[in-house]
């Protein structure tokens, strides 16, 4: 497969993905009335989801710092599946039991709503580029896999601890 192929391909499974996210987070789409109540639950999985992969990322560092590149693909490979489960569940999430609000009167609520607001961007900024990583890596383009990693690596890790932060400043507020 050509690189113009895989570029093309990215795009459009970061547009698909983007999207996907908007329409179902705006309630585009009806949701349904009734839904298993684990749904509830998820919002914890997502920041067990997301501590992971943090962990996993940091490790992934240590891993190519060592030059241990079986060590390195594994960890990134789990990150990548733990952090699209994590979208997976996230969006059934958002459709279904909708958002929560942050409390206006809360005095942590501008703080909030920066974290939440970058880390929203960003996690739509960062698919692409983690995406175009592994597939420079798999390749074994690794001068390439390097460039791209110097920006997807810490947009990527800061997307997922800043997802655990806004999960606990959060979680209080959940009506259920």
């Known amino acids: 497969m050509s690189d113009k192929v895989v570029f093309r391909l990215v795009f459009a499974v970061s ?10 987070n705006r309630r585009l ?3 349904p009335e009734h839904f298993p109540l684990f749904i509830y639950q998820l919002p914890k999985l997502h920041a067990l989801l997301n501590g992971t992969c943090s962990i996993l990322l940091i490790c992934t560092f240590f891993a190519i710092k060592r030059k241990n590149i079986a060590l390195h693909k594994k960890l990134n490979i789990t990150a990548f599946f733990l952090s ?15 958002d929560t609000a942050y409390p206006a009167e809360n005095p942590l609520r501008p703080l909030y709503l920066f974290i939440l607001t970058s880390h929203i961007f960003l996690a739509a900024v960062v698919l692409p580029l983690i995406l175009l990583s592994f597939y420079r890596g798999l390749q074994g383009q690794i001068e390439k896999h390097k460039k791209l990693v ?10 997922t601890v800043t997802g655990v932060v806004v999960y606990l400043m959060i979680s209080p507020y959940y009506a259920h």
Do not use: K, N, Q
């Open 29 to 31: 789409i009806p949701a």
């Open 150 to 159: 110097h920006w997807s690596f810490p947009i990527w890790l800061y997307v």
């Open 84 to 98: 699209s489960l994590f979208l997976i569940s996230y969006v059934t999430y958002h459709y279904l039991a909708g």
């Open 15 to 24: 547009i698909v993905v983007f999207l996907l996210v908007l329409v179902l």
